[in-house]
């Protein structure tokens, strides 16, 4: 399974990015998938997931501001982040969960800041 991540940027405090996050190869639409982050010295953290019938997660520190969704007719995730705050600047990476192993898309960096 590949994991392809897009969509980061330099956003303004308050402002909204959202993130898309393609998988291709042996990717079952049934399995749960994700975003996580991680800040500089921090250890990585869940931001949210979904599992296929639409169930959500959220991070509490996300909760209310971001919203995860996707598309299994096009293998694909989205994370949808309103009213930005610098403390949500991380690299953000894409998750999908099976019972043997984690895959995970290379990265985006998202940077809040004026």
């Known amino acids: 399974v590949q994991l392809q991540a897009s969509g980061g940027g330099l956003v303004q405090p308050g402002g909204s990015l959202r993130l898309s996050c393609v998988a291709s190869?042996?990717?079952?639409?049934?399995?749960?998938v994700g975003w996580y982050r991680q800040a500089p010295g921090k250890q990585r953290e869940l931001v949210a997931s979904i599992t296929r019938g639409g169930y959500t997660t959220y991070g509490e520190s996300v909760e209310g501001r971001f919203s995860i969704s996707r598309d299994n007719a096009k293998n694909t995730m989205y994370l949808q982040m309103n009213s930005l705050k610098p403390d949500d600047t991380a690299v953000y990476y894409c998750n999908y969960r099976t019972p043997f192993r984690d895959y995970w898309g290379q990265g985006t960096l998202v940077t809040v800041s004026s």
């Open positions: 190869g042996s990717f079952r639409s049934d399995r749960i």
